[in-house]
């Protein structure tokens, strides 16, 4: 028999993160201070980030040692399973080989504790008490609060309110694990004030979230503030899912033709895909690799590549990334943790650089190929995850008309068992179509 679950012992769990910068065939533009429109310096980030993961951002070493107290925690979940997709292939009835990183096995559900666990932990070796978020579909606010509370420090999460309304269990989670959540825009920042004035009835946004969850930062002495997407260290950390994934496909002599992954902010898709793209840099294999969005919010495939602020209020360095412009404001479709108007930096220039390809997706049809998934491999996925299995679905439709055996890598980027009345609203036919 063919296997099914591909496996790691603990002792292969990756000891380093990989850093895709140096490896990058054209430079990613600076973040500009956006008073002088002069490249930022990193003493500057020092009011919201700690110098350590300021260090990492900015950082040129391809590899970085992950902390023996970050790998500990992380042996809860990781080294997580790669799946064969067996019965999905059936049902497809395709040549394709399709495997997936189950990333839903980690106690929030999803790929976000990778970098909440780390990103918490060099906050507390520096000292800091308090950390405030942003969070879409809830998963980015689950996760830190899942870290906050192995290293004792409080966290202060801005929920992008229509997420807030919709996924009540997530909020339960967040405090659970000892975290303050609250609906964004908020009265309790003055950017939340001043926007809930002019437009009180918001469904809100992440770059909204963000100014909120950056304002009360920078007006505490005590706390910092940490970010589930987007910049370079965030992807860093996330890169443990690709290169463990890399050794999972050796055992069974398999190497990906096509790597897919969602994309909001883009830290999923690095995890999964950097690896493979410098694999492909180096041309030593050329895999596709796709990123797929709602077209809800197609900020890779629609949007501007240009400089742009990372939230509403315009308190970050202004990014150069494919943006829809940071006063957009998408539906309150079920995918939360894709609603954001930009995307990452590097996945912006590697976009344009033609090394990865981009595709976006409705609501309705990336739950058709959600339901299709959860009756064949067993698991409900999350909204996010859905956009990568209808792009791996199409794949290995193709490859069934061609004949061609590729072997199609996806990243299930978490479980869907906090979006059930997601799927009850598809099955009574009241998902709109955005």
């Known amino acids: 028999m063919e296997q099914t679950k591909i496996l790691l012992d603990e002792n292969e769990m990756p000891k380093q993160w990989y850093n895709i910068l140096p490896d990058l065939t054209t430079p990613v533009e600076p973040p500009l201070n956006p008073e002088t429109n002069e490249p930022i310096k990193p003493e500057e980030l020092e009011s919201i980030f700690p110098k350590s993961l300021i260090e990492q951002e900015m950082s040129s070493e391809n590899y970085i040692d992950i902390p023996e107290e970050i790998r500990e925690i992380y042996k809860l979940w990781r080294p997580s399973p790669l799946h064969r997709a067996h019965k999905l292939e059936k049902l497809l009835d395709t040549p394709a080989k399709i495997y997936y990183k189950n990333e839903g ?26 950390v ?12 830190l609060s899942l870290a906050c509370n192995y290293f004792d420090l409080e966290c202060k999460v801005y929920m992008v309110r229509s997420s807030f309304e919709q996924k009540p269990f997530r909020k339960s989670l967040i405090n659970l694990w000892g975290a303050t959540v609250i609906p964004s825009p908020s009265k309790e920042t003055k950017f939340g004030q001043q926007f809930l004035e002019q437009y009180p009835d918001t469904t809100g946004s992440l770059g ?17 503030y940490a970010l589930g997407s987007v910049l370079n260290h965030v992807m860093l950390h996330q890169t443990v899912i690709g290169l463990e994934s890399q050794k999972q496909l050796e055992k069974v002599d398999e190497y990906p033709d096509t790597v897919i992954g969602c994309c909001g902010g883009g830290s999923n898709l690095a995890g999964i895909s950097f690896p493979y793209l410098k694999d492909k840099i180096d041309k030593k294999h050329d895999p596709e690799i796709i990123g797929v969005e709602p077209s809800a919010c197609p900020t890779l495939t629609e949007g501007s590549f240009k400089y742009d602020s990372g939230d509403t209020a315009m308190m970050t360095p202004l990014l150069k990334m494919y943006t829809l412009g940071h006063d957009f404001v998408p539906p309150s479709i079920h995918s939360g943790g894709l ?16 090394l990865m390809k981009g595709r976006n997706y409705h609501q309705v049809e990336i739950f058709d190929s959600a339901v299709k998934f959860a009756r064949t491999e067993g698991i409900v996925p999350a909204p ?3 956009h ?35 799927y009850d609203k598809y099955f009574n036919k009241k998902l709109g179509n955005e």
């Open 208 to 224: 909204i979230a963000i100014s909120e969850a950056i304002e009360d930062a920078s007006e505490n002495d005590n706390t910092k």
């Open 105 to 130: 096995v980690s106690p929030a559900g999803s790929h976000k504790p990778n970098t909440s666990i780390a990103q918490v932990y060099y906050n507390m070796k520096e000292g800091n008490e308090r």
């Open 339 to 354: 609603r954001y108007h930009g995307c990452s930096p590097i996945i912006s220039r590697l976009y344009d650089d033609g």
């Open 132 to 143: 405030t978020t942003e969070t879409g579909a809830g998963q980015w606010g689950s996760a």
């Open 388 to 422: 990568a299995i209808k792009c791996a679905m199409d794949e290995a439709s193709k490859c069934r008309e061609t004949g061609e055996e590729k072997t199609i890598l996806f990243n299930l980027s978490g479980h869907g068992h906090f979006d059930m009345s997601a």
């Open 384 to 386: 996010e995850s859905s």
